[in-house]
């Protein structure tokens, strides 16, 4: 029997934990907390060269500048960071590695004084060749961005090169490819490219360290996504137990990844842990125009995918071959280009398997975690490169899809047993809503009009232990405190935990609060990222809020002389029916029942619950098999209908729908927000984002004003967001993540749907304005395929395509 | 050399001592009131986002002078003195129109001059009034939900909470 009864438990549509804070604009973020006149403000002093040896670093004039406390260089503070991979250090030691790099760190009574002493810094240096084209890295290691990459400490499950510009090679093989390849009807071979893009959170870095002086205790409040994360890769990186770290991380303003791992603190830490400057407060606020120079961004990738197709239409075999381009780091960045390895047959079954996902050092600011993980890649080109497929065996897109399509049970490239899903449903109701098996006019004089479609899929990606631990306080007047350290950076963590411990506590939600991570309070997770949070936290939650529960019923069970089970919470309300007892919770569970024995039994009433995913093997690094690569894959489509104007070669989108099997909706009003968020996103994403360079390797999108990112204008007319549930087994409720994935398939399929439109197939991100111009022009000369590649002379996708065999 | 600039703020007169360069954004923010947030300050993203006078301004993009005489109104100043949200604010909450909230404030500063300007606009309307504030997590549909809910219920009020300020 449920022995709970709640108005705003689990999958109740319910307003969100903190909205009304943020609405009326009291809610403190990083950049809000003040710290008095002890504070210093630090600025980073960047290199103007993409590659070369530092001759010197003058900070004399520099240090005249009023205000002007400290210049520290990198040589000051020789500490190696990551996550995954050791290959970052704060400040440039010996040499830069790209245009923006800090190379110095100057600290200041004031940001203004600050900003005057970063101005009067100047170096010298002696030019390096840079590499800027990731293919040419890799395959050519004459210019070798990391040649100490053999000393780098990593973590056993990627596999660096030294030698090479490789940071990361991750590989699947399986079957005999080229048996396949030559028994196929069909082989179609091509490729995709797509440049870095960048989160575009509104609220940029920010970080404030101290350090203790008679202690050495460093006290970190940082725009982190992952309190106990950063507490580790800094502990690591300095060498300290973990104890003498406390990290704080206030509300934070959108992460998408950008705000994972460790991004800026350790700079921050190089001037707090000066001697000079130690026992005084440091911060560092990241300028928008060194936000993406500053902290990672997501990774370039060239994508060439080989299919071998049958008479029947099904996929025989399939040969990848990713390149990312990850700059000059892959600590984190190592990480995505595995998850793309390990989930590249995308959506579909296919028996012999050939992957090659390569991590590439260039010269370039850096590669790492953003919304989707190594999928929107991915997806971003197999979902075209199925399309073309299709269209080039005369079979409708669609039915190839359903035709080869992933079904639970089928093993997926990696040899586990796909999970349960009904993707299926979710193609029929897209295909149904969008009419896309219909041709229909343009509504706008003299437009086009086409429909696209794409499948995409994604697993949490992580170690194969990563861990959550929650606690749940019940207080003496009935409320509930929650502890858990996953950050709500809105996608509405808090919200949800709220409501499952609602739910599990028979307590109404306005009595659950949950606070935001703080290291030295809260109990262990292992970070804000890969869709894991409603899930393995969830997990945790549930655990600490049934134990809070078991533990409260057995209190009053003894209380009233009566069986745990005969007793109910109902909105806060312990009611015993065959006792006639009905009592809100009182002070009782915090100072103890005085019981009929006479005696006080009890005292504050906490549950604790923890969760590590039981059974998953990392990927055989030969072969990429395992039983169990992943906790579970997420699986949805999106469908979009877009209009261009062969005039200008605007594109405008009528209409998305975007559907997931999500398992569970917990707090389907975030489950929403997730799904219409990451919509636009991804249209973003795919019309207009990118990072260009100059030929020296000079960012020259570095703000909003030249980094484009959606308005309210560029929001398509409708836009459906709808899930189904079929659940999945190890879970709270069967619930799986969903926030990444409405961000991986949107670009695709507007990619189908201009190919649609205009019938020719363009293999370049974004695909915006001035591309689909281009590619109309190209049309009109006759030509099938656009292709755009920022390092080659050669812009004929044919030849592009023929050059890398 | 610092001067003095006289302004009303939220309804209350206020004096703030300032650098000639100090903008209004970092100005305000020093004082306390932090609901105007900093995402550019290259008046870029519409996150400083608040109303002088009835005009929806970048306080990045405004000098801190500037305002002398002025009537300044933030976020925090459209909550009623009983503590009641204002029906703009209610909307966003109810609607999901928040995710982060870094954008909130601002945004709702931009919806709330437009609704004075425009008390029954279409959504064709709403879209382009918000095409100055950035908004990275929502995709603005529940934004645009939030901001006619607000409208339809000012409307029905008869009122402009707020105005007399
Ligand atoms: S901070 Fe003023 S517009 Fe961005
Ligand atoms: S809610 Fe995060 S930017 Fe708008």
């Known amino acids: 029997m449920k022995q709970t009864v709640t108005r705003n438990g689990v999958g109740a549509w319910t307003t969100r934990k903190y909205d009304h804070e943020k609405a009326v604009g009291t809610l403190a973020f990083t950049d809000d907390l003040r710290f008095g006149p002890e504070l210093l403000h630090a600025r980073a002093f960047r290199s103007t060269k993409a590659h070369a040896e530092i001759v010197s670093i003058d900070v004399s004039e520099a240090m005249k500048v009023k205000g002007v406390v400290k210049v520290v260089v990198g040589e000051n503070f020789v500490h190696r960071f990551g996550l995954y991979l050791h290959d970052r250090t704060p400040l440039a030691v010996g040499k830069v590695r790209y245009v923006g790099e800090p190379v110095a760190l100057v600290v200041a009574e004031t940001e203004e004084a600050a900003e005057e002493g970063m101005l009067k810094v100047t170096a010298k240096y002696r030019d390096l060749p840079p590499v800027f084209d990731p293919i040419k890295a890799a395959t050519d290691n004459s210019v070798l961005v990391h040649p100490e990459l053999e000393t780098y400490e990593h973590v056993p499950f990627i596999t660096p090169f030294p030698g090479t510009n490789i940071a990361n090679w991750f590989r699947i093989r399986r079957g005999d490819v080229e048996k396949a390849f030559a028994e196929s009807k069909y082989v179609v071979e091509e490729a995709v490219n797509c440049p870095q893009i960048a989160h575009g959170f509104l609220e940029p870095h920010c970080c404030i360290c101290k350090e203790e002086l008679s202690t050495g205790n460093l006290t970190i409040w940082s725009t982190a996504q992952s309190a106990f994360a950063l507490r580790e890769i800094i502990a690591t990186g300095l060498g300290y137990p973990l104890a003498k770290i406390r990290v704080i991380a206030p509300p934070i303003g959108g992460g998408f990844g950008g705000k994972a791992g460790m991004t800026v603190e350790a700079l921050c830490l190089a001037g707090a842990m000066d001697p000079d400057i130690k026992g005084r407060p440091v911060k560092l606020y990241i300028p928008r125009e060194e936000v993406m120079l500053t902290s990672w961004v997501r990774q370039a990738y060239i994508a060439k995918i080989k299919l071998g197709i049958d008479a029947d239409g099904k996929i025989t075999a399939i040969k990848n071959n990713f390149y990312f381009d990850t700059g000059i780091s892959a600590e984190y960045g190592a990480n995505p280009v595995r998850s793309a390895g390990y989930s590249s047959t995308g959506c579909y079954y296919i028996p012999n398997v050939w992957t090659d996902s390569y991590a590439v050092y260039t010269n370039k600011p850096f590669g790492g975690a953003y919304r989707g993980f190594g999928l929107p890649e991915l997806m971003g080109a197999m979902e075209v490169v199925i399309d073309i497929a299709a269209r080039k065996i005369g079979m409708d897109p669609i039915e190839f899809r359903l035709k080869n399509m992933l079904r639970t049970g089928l093993p997926t490239c990696t040899g586990m047993p796909m999970n349960a899903h009904s993707l299926d449903t979710i193609v029929e109701k897209i295909v149904d809503r969008m009419k896309l098996k219909e041709k229909e006019p343009a509504k706008r004089k003299g437009w086009v009009r086409g429909k696209g479609f794409a499948l995409a899929l994604k697993a949490p990606a992580m170690p194969a232990d990563a861990s959550s631990s929650a606690i749940v306080k019940i207080l003496g007047d009935g409320g509930v405190e929650v502890l858990a350290a996953t950050m709500d950076m809105g996608q509405g963590a808090y919200t949800a935990y709220a409501q499952i411990a609602s739910e599990e506590l028979g307590i109404p939600i306005e009595k659950i609060r949950c606070y935001y991570p703080d290291t030295q309070s809260h109990p262990y997770d292992w970070q804000t990222v890969a869709s894991r949070s409603c899930w393995s936290m969830g997990m945790a939650v549930k655990r600490a809020a049934t134990d809070a529960r078991e533990k409260l019923l057995a209190l009053y069970a003894e209380f009233w002389q009566t069986d745990p089970e005969t007793i109910t919470i109902e909105h806060g309300i312990v009611k015993c029916k065959a006792k006639g007892k009905a009592e809100p919770i009182d002070v009782q569970v915090q100072n103890g029942f005085f019981m009929p024995s006479g005696k006080f039994v009890g005292g504050p009433i906490i549950g604790s619950g923890t969760f590590v995913p039981p059974d998953v093997v990392n990927p055989d690094p030969e072969t990429g098999q395992s039983p169990k690569s992943v906790v579970h894959f997420t699986v949805g489509a999106v469908g979009v209908d877009v209009e261009v104007d062969p005039a200008t070669g605007a594109v405008e989108v009528n209409k998305v729908s975007a559907g997931y099997d999500i398992g569970k909706a917990v707090s389907p009003m975030n489950v929403r927000g997730q799904i219409e968020g990451g919509t636009v996103q991804g249209i973003s994403a795919g019309l207009m984002e990118a990072m260009y360079y100059d030929e020296h390797g000079k960012l020259l999108t570095p703000d909003f004003t030249d980094y484009k990112i959606a308005t309210s204008m560029d929001v398509p007319g409708e836009v459906d967001a709808f899930w189904e549930e079929t659940p999945e087994e190890l879970s709270p409720y069967g619930n799986r993540g969903v926030a990444e994935h409405s961000m991986i398939s949107p670009a695709p399929a507007i990619n189908n749907a201009l190919f649609d439109a205009l019938g020719i197939r363009i293999h370049t991100y974004p695909t915006g304005r001035e591309r689909v111009y281009k590619a109309i022009q190209e049309k009109k000369r006759g030509e099938t395929d656009i292709w755009e590649y920022p390092y080659a002379l050669e812009q004929s996708y044919k030849n592009a395509v023929k050059e890398w065999k | ?165």
């Not at chain 2, 290259?42 to 970048?58: F, N, R």
Request: proline share 5%.
């Open chain 2, 1 to 165: 050399m610092k001067r003095d600039v006289n302004f009303i703020l939220n309804g209350r007169p206020v004096t703030l001592s300032v650098e000639p360069r100090t903008t209004l954004l970092r100005a305000l923010r020093e004082y306390g009131v932090t609901s105007v947030k900093r995402g550019c300050e290259e008046g870029e993203c519409g996150t400083c986002t608040l109303v002088i006078d009835d005009l929806a301004q970048k306080s990045c993009m405004v000098l801190a002078l500037e305002v002398e005489g002025k009537s300044v109104l933030t976020v925090e100043g459209l909550v009623a003195p009983n503590g009641d949200l204002h029906p703009l604010q209610q909307a966003f909450v109810e609607e999901g129109a928040i995710q982060c909230g870094f954008c909130t404030p601002g945004m709702i500063m931009t919806a709330y001059a437009f609704l004075r300007k425009n008390p029954d606009p279409t959504e064709a309307e709403v879209r382009e009034a918000l095409a100055g504030n950035l908004c990275r997590c929502t995709g603005y549909i529940p934004i645009f939900r939030a901001v006619m809910k607000a409208a339809k219920t000012m409307r029905e009020l008869g009122s402009h909470p707020g105005a007399a300020r």
